[in-house]
């Protein structure tokens, strides 16, 4: 069965420096979106993005954030600048149309900031 | 800014009871999803309801979507140890991209 893919799965980096998370959408899926789930919290919304440019995104993405669809099959998140509080895990996710809007999500990347 | 609340937050009971899992709105979402998350990983697509009214079944699951599409419930009749999980609701915002909005989450104990 086609899935999401991330990777890292985890990620130690020190603060102020830059990271990129990689994910691998769907094949024949045309949306796809970035969430964070800070340990113990909701999973919460971060950018979606479709025909290369971001559709949506949430007031947590700032300045820092940014994503890029570098050739046909990669999907990556880049934190410019990491911050203790950016620690969290991230999650890929992608859905083929909108009518319904399944999202299938990947297993995550945990970003540890120290 | 849309919320979905979520209860309960915790529930333990004993195998073979029924339970119901609740997810409540003042939006109206186009479609809700239920997931399932185990510890360190991604949340696993259970089921999409998208028609307001809609009841879904998945085994000894029943999932329904509100008439007016801003709730929905889980049910599972005869709970058994393998259900233990997290259980999760998220609704699709019915603009643009449709985000999806989580709510925060059903922590499920079934005690053999």
């Known amino acids: 069965e086609p899935e999401v893919t991330q990777t890292p799965s985890h990620q130690v980096t020190q603060m102020g420096q830059e990271v990129i998370l990689h994910c691998v959408p769907i094949s024949n899926h045309l949306y796809f979106y970035w969430y964070r789930q800070i340990l113990g919290q909701k999973v919460e919304f971060l950018v979606s993005f479709y025909n290369n440019e971001i559709s949506e995104k949430s007031e947590i993405f700032d300045d820092q954030f940014s994503v890029e669809r570098p050739d046909g099959s990669n999907f990556t998140l880049k934190i410019r600048s990491t911050k203790l509080e950016d620690s969290a895990m991230y999650f890929c996710?992608?859905?083929?149309?909108?009518?319904?809007?399944?999202?299938?999500f990947g297993a995550g990347t945990r970003l540890s900031v120290l | 800014t849309q919320l979905l609340e979520q209860s309960p937050q915790f529930l333990s009971i004993q195998e073979g009871e029924n339970l119901t899992v609740y997810c409540n709105s003042s939006s109206v979402f186009s479609s809700l999803q239920w997931y399932r998350q185990e510890p360190g990983e991604g949340p696993v697509l259970l089921v999409t309801?998208?028609?307001?009214?809609e009841v879904k079944k998945l085994k000894r699951l029943t999932f329904q979507f509100g008439d007016a599409r801003k709730d929905s419930s889980l049910h599972i009749t005869a709970a058994q140890p393998g259900d233990t999980g997290l259980y999760l609701c998220a609704g699709a915002v019915a603009q643009g991209a449709q985000k999806l909005v989580f709510g925060q989450g059903t922590r499920l104990t079934i005690n053999p």
């Open positions: 996710a992608s859905s083929d149309d909108l009518a319904k809007n399944i999202q299938y």
């Open positions: 309801v998208v028609t307001g009214g």
